[in-house]
């Protein structure tokens, strides 16, 4: 009888226990030029996506662009995220537009999200975050 008590409270605090949190690390790619910084930006919330610079939860990276670029975002707690970048080439903090709203600076996403008219759908970008490091993948990308 002990056994199983034992072994039940074993369990349940098997089940209590947190989820760890792991890494999530992007080699970002086709960068015109290594001006500026690039800024990254990952979330769980569909309604801030892609700006999710006003949420505190969200995780936030800014590095100097370089030819080539690995962005590591640590202690990420399982669940599902999507990811914005910006190549912000003069550094003013904002995604830079020409006539009407084209972008002139890069973009880029996770899963690749399609940019048709507007910036992707969280549900286009969201992909599932578990333990362990996950590398991904995001190509910049240029409309001008």
């Known amino acids: 009888m002990k056994a199983a008590a034992a072994a039940a409270l074993a369990s349940l605090t098997l089940a ?3 989820a760890s949190a792991g890494d999530v690390v992007i080699t970002v790619t086709d960068l015109r030029n290594t ?3 690039v800024r990254a930006c990952m979330t769980m919330r569909a309604d ?3 700006k999710c610079i006003k949420d505190p939860d969200s995780h936030r990276v800014v590095m100097p662009a370089a030819e080539t670029m690995e ?3 640590s ?3 399982p669940g599902q995220y999507a990811i914005a970048l910006l190549h912000d ?3 003013n903090g904002k995604a830079d537009r020409a006539v009407g709203m084209m972008p002139k600076e890069g973009y880029g996403f996770s899963r690749d999200a399609p940019v048709r008219m507007a910036p992707p759908k969280f ?3 969201v992909f599932d975050h578990g333990e362990a490091t996950q590398r991904l993948t995001i190509k910049m990308r ?3």
């Open 123 to 125: 549900t286009d970008a």
């Open 71 to 73: 962005i590591r975002f």
């Open 89 to 91: 080439e003069n550094n």
């Open 16 to 18: 209590a226990a947190p």
């Open 35 to 37: 001006k500026g910084v």
């Open 48 to 50: 801030i996506f892609p």
């Open 75 to 77: 202690g990420v707690k």
């Open 142 to 144: 240029y409309f001008l």
